[in-house]
């Protein structure tokens, strides 16, 4: 299983921006997925996550800005970024749950990382 981050890039604060990951391979169904983030010299942290049913948890400081979303059939994650500040830019990596066959356990996997960068 791979996960293909894309669609970051550099963008003025107050902007927005849209991060996609596209998982390919044996993919028999996912579980939570997410997207996470690491900014230069800090640790990577959750931003989004959300569960097979739906149900979303943001990091409070993107609360009412980032919104994730999620399309099974297209195996594919997404972040919807507005109101971009300076203190959002960081590597996103996002991960998914995924489980190969029937009856096997879910396994975390990770995208690559695309760099989003916000200019003040």
């Known amino acids: 299983v791979q996960l293909q981050a894309s669609g970051g890039g550099l963008v003025q604060a107050g902007g927005s921006m849209r991060v996609s990951c596209a998982a390919s391979?044996?993919?028999?169904?996912?579980?939570?997925m997410g997207w996470y983030r690491q900014a230069p010299g800090k640790r990577r942290e959750l931003v989004a996550s959300?569960?097979?049913?739906?149900?979303?948890n943001y990091a409070d400081s993107v609360k009412g800005r980032f919104t994730i979303s999620r399309d099974n059939a297209a195996n594919a994650v997404y972040l919807q970024m507005s109101s971009l500040k300076p203190e959002d830019t960081a590597v996103y990596y996002c991960?998914?749950?995924?489980?190969?066959?029937?009856?096997?356990?879910?396994?975390?996997?990770w995208g690559q990382g695309t760099l989003v960068t916000v200019s003040s």
């Open positions: 991960n998914a749950e995924v489980r190969r066959h029937t009856g096997s356990s879910y396994f975390t996997y």
């Open positions: 959300i569960t097979n049913g739906g149900g979303t």
């Open positions: 391979g044996i993919i028999f169904s996912f579980g939570d």
